[in-house]
């Protein structure tokens, strides 16, 4: 099962918009990965934010962790069409690095 | 610096067959592991190598087994083909960023299809 789920499923916006997607956990957790994938190709890690941390940016990535509400949250400013690509979050809960995904969102950026 | 490989690209099979899939970990890493990834869905983690032993292993049946080489590569084996076993296989490698926190790099994957 999958213990992390991002909404919304899909997000369609217009180049220069920015794209918000969300992510929802249920247990604790040592940090916070967000991964970028293009047409089921391999993924592209964009941000890792730890447990002790509530805010990192990246570019024109943001990305916030609220860990009493268990939930993070990805924007993406100033979309370009070479943004479209499904956003998955992905929770490291141990001392390994062992990865549990969400669903991911799938946005759409259309010139 | 090649990154992840992963070997190969593609890949038909035929139910009850096995298969073998590669990956060569970017430089200097010493973990793989393993995902899986139905379409239309995030990836599943199937278990992780390392120094040439499964540490972690995810909620995969037995015909999913492993090995990882004194070079740090690795093969995943998958026996007895199911039709549900058609996915996206995904191989990463670690880096460690401090104690808690690795950076995983993923390869390109190896699509399979069990016909």
């Known amino acids: 099962s999958q213990q992390g789920e991002e909404d919304p499923q899909a997000l369609s916006i217009q180049e220069g918009e920015n794209a918000t997607m969300n992510c929802s956990y249920k247990?604790?957790?040592?940090?916070l990965q967000w991964y970028r994938q293009n047409s089921g190709r391999g993924l592209v890690h964009l941000i890792l934010?730890?447990?002790?941390?509530r805010e990192k940016h990246s570019g024109r990535l943001r990305v916030t962790l609220d860990t009493s509400k268990k939930s993070s949250s990805l924007l993406i400013t100033a979309s370009r069409a070479a943004d479209t690509a499904s956003y998955f979050c992905?929770?490291?809960?141990?001392?390994?690095?062992?990865?549990?995904f969400g669903g991911g969102t799938r946005l759409m950026v259309k010139p | 610096d090649a990154g992840v490989t992963q070997s190969p690209t593609h890949l038909i099979k035929t139910r009850g067959q096995q298969v073998t899939l590669r990956c060569s970990p970017k430089?200097?890493?010493?973990?793989v592991s393993w995902y899986q990834q139905a379409l239309g869905q995030g990836p599943q983690f199937i278990f992780q190598?390392?120094?040439?032993?499964?540490?972690q292993r995810g909620n995969f049946p037995d015909r999913f087994s492993g090995h990882q080489f004194p070079n740090y590569s690795s093969e995943l084996n998958v026996n007895a083909l199911l039709l549900g076993d058609s996915a996206l296989y995904l191989c990463?490698?670690?880096?460690?960023?401090?104690?808690?926190?690795?950076?995983?790099?993923f390869g390109p994957g190896t699509r399979l299809t069990v016909t």
């Open positions: 430089s200097g890493h010493d973990t």
């Open positions: 934010i730890r447990s002790n941390e």
């Open positions: 990463a490698s670690s880096h460690r960023l401090d104690f808690l926190s690795y950076e995983q790099y």
């Open positions: 190598y390392y120094e040439e032993e499964e540490r």
């Open positions: 992905a929770r490291n809960r141990n001392a390994g690095n062992m990865l549990t």
């Open positions: 247990t604790s957790i040592n940090n």
